[in-house]
């Protein structure tokens, strides 16, 4: 029979440890890797991140537009309810422009005017017009 010392013993476990240990962390990379198609864990976290960078990106653009969007709507409204005011009889133009603005939009606050001329001036100018001077200077 085929004798082995104590020292190929330890030499062959010690050679069996490396073998599973190596082969251990070849299965673990393995399976990292496909678990993100094939990318390493810094690139995962650059996409992530570039991921993260285009959302933001496109919120902040889509709020913009909701914005822009929002002014039309106000000049589109502003307009009508100057043409209503002239066009129409006061009370008719009233109730209507005021049901429309109770509606759709939130009250705007006249900003004070400061000199007589322009209070004058403010004087034969339709209602909404003011809004609409006062809608641009935001």
């Known amino acids: 029979m085929l004798t082995l010392g104590i020292d190929t013993v330890v030499i062959l476990l010690v050679l069996m440890g490396v073998a599973c240990a190596g082969g251990g962390y070849v299965v673990a990379v393995v399976a990292q890797r496909r678990a993100g198609n094939g990318k390493t864990a810094a690139e995962l976290k650059t996409e992530i991140s570039e991921y993260k960078e285009s959302v933001s990106d496109h919120f902040q653009t889509t709020a913009g537009l909701l914005h822009d969007m929002t002014e039309q709507y106000r000049s589109v ?14 009370e008719q133009a009233t109730s209507q422009i005021e049901s429309l603005r109770a509606g759709l939009l939130p009250v705007i606050e006249k900003p004070p005017v400061e000199d ?13 017009t003011d809004h609409a001077s006062g809608g641009s200077e935001r």
Do not use: I
């Not at 409204?77 to 006061?90: F, I, N, P, R, V």
């Not at 209070?119 to 209602?127: G, I, L, V």
């Open 77 to 90: 409204y502003e307009h009508m309810a100057a043409g209503a005011q002239q066009l129409c009889d006061t």
């Open 116 to 128: 007589d001329e322009a209070q004058d001036h403010s004087a034969e100018a339709p209602e909404s």
